[in-house]
Nanobody, 115 residues
Framework: QVHVVESGGGLVEPGGSLRLSCAASGSIFSIYAMAWYRQAPGKQRELVAYISSGGNTKYADTVKGRFTISRDNAKNTMYLQMNSLKPEDTAVYYC?????????WGQGTQVTVSS
């Protein structure tokens, strides 16, 4: 069993930055990859960024060059550094942890980009 908790969301002006954190606990050894997703009102949940246990990363085209995913294995924590934020980045951001048997989701953290 794995438990993940997101933090770091908030209100930011267009062009600003935020860093989200996702702390994992439980059967950490079983996690082979982690990812950030987001869901805006009235839209489907979409993949934002992905990072494997080996450090390979993948990004949605809409965030490439602005967002950076990373993980600190010593702290069992994944991060999403978000720069040059746009109003269309407004959404609830979720992290997940993937094991062979299951995918574990956090409760989400709200990011609002508005002036």
């Amino acid at each position: 069993q794995v438990h993940v908790v997101e933090s770091g969301g908030g209100l930011v002006e267009p062009g600003g930055s935020l860093r989200l954190s996702c702390a994992a606990s439980g059967s950490i050894f079983s996690i082979y990859a982690m990812a950030w997703y987001r869901q805006a009102p009235g839209k489907q949940r979409e993949l934002v960024a992905y990072i494997s246990s080996g450090g390979n990363t993948k990004y949605a085209d809409t965030v490439k060059g602005r967002f950076t995913i990373s993980r600190d294995n010593a702290k069992n924590t994944m991060y999403l550094q978000m720069n040059s934020l746009k109003p269309e980045d407004t959404a609830v951001y979720y992290c997940n942890a993937r094991t062979i048997k299951d995918i574990y989701w956090g409760q989400g953290t709200q990011v609002t980009v508005s002036s």
